[in-house]
């Protein structure tokens, strides 16, 4: 079955710096690839997304490339903030499945 | 305004008390589910209508019933409630597309005592 890999938490950063949140997949088709963030308390909200191999989708910063030779959909932005303190999830949706499969999350840490 | 909306936001009960979660949507969207997120934040799918049809049942207890009454309303009724069902549960939608995103509802906090 479909399933997604996410590195383990936390990862703590300082402000500015750079972060990267690895997500690969196992996944029969042509999936389309998700990041979800939930902040302390809240729901999910997408950060962004990608349908197809090679597509990058963006947001606030935040960039991931659909990579189909290597099953993956790697999270990075280039300067964090405090305000980026979070959950962070890797999801897909399979071709013909109507369902997200979700990573585990990976909580990231912000210091001043 | 609220896309996706979900009430009550806090759930506190007892064992073996019947509970529900009612959940609406404004998007227009023809397709909603239920999500259960576990303590470790682990999130998975329990359900989904499609315009009021259930499309998809995870290997769920039968104490969890959906129920649809049109195709913004998707709720969730749990008989006879245990420890192991506390958890924060997810009401979603989305319309049928290439370009198909689901949007979640802010949650339902539900803890059994």
């Known amino acids: 079955g479909d399933s997604v890999t996410q590195m383990e938490g936390p990862v703590t950063l300082s402000e500015e710096a750079f972060l990267t949140i690895n997500c690969t997949y196992t996944a029969t088709g042509y999936p389309s690839l998700f990041w979800y963030v939930q902040y302390p308390g809240e729901g999910l909200q997408l950060l962004l997304k990608a349908t197809k191999a090679d597509d990058k989708g963006s947001n606030k910063g935040f960039e991931a490339t659909y990579r189909k030779e290597t099953t993956s959909f790697h999270l990075e932005k280039g300067s964090v903030q405090v305000s980026d303190s979070a959950v962070y999830f890797c999801a897909l949706r399979n071709t013909g499945r109507r369902a997200l499969t979700f990573g585990s999350g990976t909580r990231l840490q912000v210091q001043p | 305004d609220t896309a996706v909306s979900q009430t009550p936001k806090y759930l506190v009960t007892q064992m073996g008390n019947d509970k529900s979660i009612k959940c609406e949507q404004n998007?227009?969207?023809?397709?909603m589910y239920w999500y259960k997120q576990d303590s470790k934040k682990f999130l998975k799918i329990m359900f989904s209508y499609n315009n009021k049809e259930l499309i998809i049942n995870e290997t769920v207890p039968n104490r969890f019933s959906p129920k649809s009454p049109d195709k913004a309303h998707l709720n969730l009724h749990i008989n006879s409630l245990e420890l192991g069902d506390s958890a924060v549960y997810f009401c979603?939608?989305?319309?049928?597309?290439?370009?198909?995103?689901?949007?979640f509802g802010p949650g339902t906090r539900l803890l059994v005592l």
């Open positions: 979603a939608s989305s319309q049928a597309g290439l370009e198909e995103t689901q949007y």
């Open positions: 998007l227009g969207h023809d397709t």
